[in-house]
C-alpha cells in the first residue's frame, strides 16, 4: 500500500533554513506528481508547492516563491522541500501528498521562532 513518510521538520528562528524530506513506497514514485502541503492551527490545509513527474514543473504558492524550493530523486523515491529564509508565518505541519490523490503522510512539524 502507498506509504509517505516525513521527515525534516523542527524549531528554527527567523531566517534559518530546513529541508523535509518524504520517502514514498508502494506505489511506483518516478511516474507521479507529488506535493507538499501545510496546516497551520486554526487554518485550513493548503498546497505548498508541486512538482510533475519525467521533468514535470513545478508551482509554488505565492508566499514561499523564491524561498522554497521542491525537487525529487526518483532513484530514491523520496521527495524533498528545501526551506529557506523562514518566517514565523511559515510554522504548521507539513505534510507530501501523492498527486491529488488521498494519500497522505503523517506531517512533521515546523516551527519559526521570531
Known amino acids: 500500500q502507498v506509504q509517505l513518510v516525513e521527515s525534516g521538520g523542527g524549531l528554527v528562528q527567523a531566517g534559518e533554513s530546513l529541508r523535509l524530506s518524504c520517502l514514498a513506497s508502494g506505489f511506483s514514485f518516478a511516474r507521479n506528481s507529488m506535493g507538499w502541503y501545510r496546516q497551520a492551527p486554526g487554518k485550513q490545509r493548503e498546497a505548498v508547492a508541486t512538482i510533475g513527474h519525467s521533468g514535470g514543473g513545478s508551482w509554488y504558492r505565492d508566499s514561499v516563491k523564491g524561498r522554497f524550493t521542491i525537487s525529487r530523486d526518483d532513484a530514491k523515491n523520496t521527495l524533498y522541500l528545501q526551506m529557506n529564509l523562514l518566517k514565523p508565518e511559515d510554522t504548521a505541519v507539513y505534510y507530501c501528498?501523492?498527486?491529488?490523490?488521498?494519500?497522505w503522510g503523517q506531517g512533521t512539524q515546523v516551527t519559526v521562532s521570531s
Open positions: 501528498r501523492l498527486g491529488v490523490t488521498s494519500s
